[in-house]
């Protein structure tokens, strides 16, 4: 009995041109978000800033998935630098600041009690979908055709798809900008280094990430 391998039951089914493609023939832009120190704007900056997210979030007509990815950084490297930094001080003072620095930073991830705390870094992402059933159909053809929901999808069909899935896209980016947010689109390799540190988080942390062949980020 052959193996099932953990990609058969993902619903992707690769990546092009800085878009997800799915089985369903369907594709997903990413946007990466940025984030804002909520807490310490004024009350009446917190007041505008959930009225423009309120009304960005009514102006949409399609479906937006937004996710907080939460993930320990790695800061040995870090700690490297700064024991190297120490040794290098020819000034006593500027050596044991540093000693007292790196000190620091080693209590502020050992936690309370040396129980072993972590750094945690967030990303925060919105998810851009577009369908098949959404595309505009092809001249001579049917609207009302019915589409195929297994197989690649044609030059034609991704092209037409792409162009509208960017054109919501910046839809979204512009909705969030008006709300203090910056949205960047995620282009191929950037989506491909998200889901393998979505899937293979232990080695994501330590900064490891599969060599890409220069042909999948045509």
């Known amino acids: 009995m052959k193996e099932a391998t953990a990609q058969q039951f993902l619903e992707i089914e690769g990546v092009r041109e800085g878009t997800l493609l799915l089985k369903d023939r369907a594709i997903r832009g990413v946007l990466l978000v940025s984030s804002q120190n909520f807490a310490l704007k004024s ?25 907080v990815q939460s ?91 792409k162009s509208q899935l960017w054109q919501r896209m910046e839809f979204v980016a512009l909705g969030l900008r008006r709300a203090g947010l910056q949205a960047v689109p995620l282009e191929t390799q950037e989506l491909i280094e998200l889901l393998w540190a979505w899937h293979h988080p232990a080695e994501a942390e330590v900064g490891y990430y599969p060599e890409i062949p220069p042909e999948v980020l045509k």
């Open 43 to 67: 009350g009446e900056e917190q007041e505008a800033i959930i009225f423009q997210f309120q009304n960005f979030l009514n102006s949409l007509d399609f479906s937006l998935q937004i996710i």
């Open 71 to 161: 993930r320990r950084l790695n800061i040995t490297g870090y700690l490297d630098y700064l024991k190297d930094l120490e040794a290098q001080q020819s000034v006593e003072l500027l050596k044991k600041q540093t000693a007292s620095y790196r000190e620091f930073v080693e209590q502020l991830i050992a936690g309370p009690g040396g129980r072993g705390g972590s750094i945690m870094a967030k990303n925060f992402f919105a998810i851009v979908p577009f369908s098949l059933l959404e595309a505009v159909a092809e001249p001579g053809k049917s609207r009302f055709q019915k589409p195929k929901f297994r197989g690649k999808l044609s030059d034609q069909e991704f092209e037409r798809m």
